[in-house]
């Protein structure tokens, strides 16, 4: 396991809450416990443990800098459970992090499946759930614990078209005009081509080539195919990260070396340049966060992510990273301003609060459905074996090879 898992238990030492208002003594303040229900194994397991890296990182910032001062110097301490790919289990995990652990906060988890079956019981507890999901429906169920940091899924495939519309038009002159689109049978996978479509003419793509193929993709051929019989400028892929690495690396393999543009976080793997190497120039990808945004903040994250995890991989290529941060500097903002670590205090708290953050669009603050209503999303890349960031403009930190 990582090191920030084997440093939980050592964070701080836990003592006595008193009072309801979360009152506590100078002398023994006050451990409040967040919950991180997030994948840790599985298929979605690097970019779970990330989430908690991110909120690991702000957690011991915040406990370093006095804890949260409104509550006496109460410390932080994030307590992470594996939700597996398994809803149920995600579902069970997160009952014992609220009856069990006593947890106040939850954040998780990263898989948008995970998180739906997560915030059933983060509502019945009336816990607040904070998370770094895509999905749709997470903020179109009239719950009203629920937090979600990134944009709709469904703005991901027009923020597709419009990014590398621009991006190619300032590099080579004019914008993409022929695209495929290559789809696993994923829900997500499957709402991303729905818009693709739909949206295609509004940015003057026409779709050449349209396959859905069944996620866990062992043959990438029929994709290879059609892509050398009708030369797309651009190729839209969305499935789940190895049937991204497998079918990115057939088509560079034959020298078609358009740029791949993945749907949501899945470009966003250290996995991803490990395995793809040389192959994964110009796959692309839209994020919320990257190593190399020129944003106030954001060195501090890496400082803290190199301290943490002095093993890994250098500069990380996880958007969660930065999201798991963000939102621990979310969760020190209301529990500051609510003075108590009462859930349903802190509940109203989030839903009234705006607080700066190192992340495109600056601020963070919720609708009234729970979706962050600031969310500023960027497009990203691989460049010589580097994440990038590559578009809008005003956070480009290096050109893609196009």
Same mark, same amino acid.
Not at 32 to 36: D, L
Not at 174 to 178: D, G, I
Not at 281 to 287: D, R
């Given at each position: 396991m990582s090191k920030f898992v084997t440093r939980l238990g050592v964070l701080v030492a836990a003592v006595t809450i008193a009072g309801a208002a979360g009152s506590v003594s100078a002398q023994q303040p006050a451990e #409040? +416990? #967040? %919950? =991180?229900p997030n994948a840790m194994t599985g298929s979605f397991g690097e970019a779970g443990r990330r989430v908690v890296t991110g909120l690991q990182i702000a957690a011991e910032q915040i406990n370093k800098d006095g804890g949260i001062k409104s509550m006496g110097g109460a410390k932080l301490k994030v307590l992470p459970v594996d939700t597996g790919d398994n809803p149920t289990q995600a =579902?069970? $995990?997160t009952q014992r992090l609220i009856n069990e652990n006593k947890s106040r906060i939850l954040v998780g988890? *990263? &898989?948008? =499946? /995970? &998180?739906?079956s997560v915030q059933i019981e983060a509502e019945r507890a009336e816990i607040p759930l904070l998370t770094t999901s895509y999905a749709d429906p997470i903020v179109q169920r009239g719950l009203k614990y629920t937090f979600k940091l990134p944009p709709q899924g469904s703005s991901l495939a027009e923020l597709q078209m419009a990014y590398i519309g621009e991006l190619m038009k300032e590099l080579k002159g004019? =914008?993409?005009?022929?695209a495929a689109v290559f789809v696993g049978s994923d829900s997500a996978s499957q709402s991303l081509l729905k818009a693709t479509l739909d949206l295609a003419g509004k940015y003057g793509f026409e779709i050449v080539s349209q396959i859905s193929f069944q996620s866990g993709l062992t043959d990438p051929t029929q994709i290879v195919s059609a892509s050398l019989q009708n030369r797309p400028d651009v190729i839209f892929l969305s499935s789940f990260t190895s049937d $991204? +690495?497998?079918v990115t690396r057939a088509l560079r393999a034959v020298n078609i070396t358009v740029p791949v543009i993945t749907g949501g976080g899945g470009v966003s793997t250290d996995t991803i340049g490990a395995t793809l190497g040389k192959a994964s120039? *110009?796959? /692309? %990808? #839209? $994020?919320c966060w990257n190593w190399d945004l020129p944003i106030d903040g954001v060195k501090q994250v890496l400082d803290g992510y190199k301290e943490l995890e002095p093993k890994a991989p250098f500069p990380p290529a996880s958007e969660t990273i930065g999201t798991g941060y963000t939102l621990g500097m979310v969760i020190r903002a209301a529990l500051e301003k609510a003075g108590t670590d009462d859930p349903k205090k802190v509940r109203e708290t989030l839903a009234s609060l705006e607080v700066a953050v190192p992340m495109p669009g600056g601020k963070i603050a919720f609708a009234e459905n729970g979706q962050n209503k600031f969310i500023q999303p960027i497009m990203v890349g691989w460049i010589d074996g580097q994440l990038r960031t590559v578009w809008p403009k005003q956070y480009q930190a290096a050109k893609p090879k196009l």
């Open positions: #409040i +416990i #967040i %919950g =991180a =579902a069970s $995990v988890a *990263n &898989t948008s =499946a /995970m &998180t739906l004019q =914008a993409p005009k022929r $991204v +690495i497998l120039e *110009n796959l /692309m %990808g #839209i $994020v």
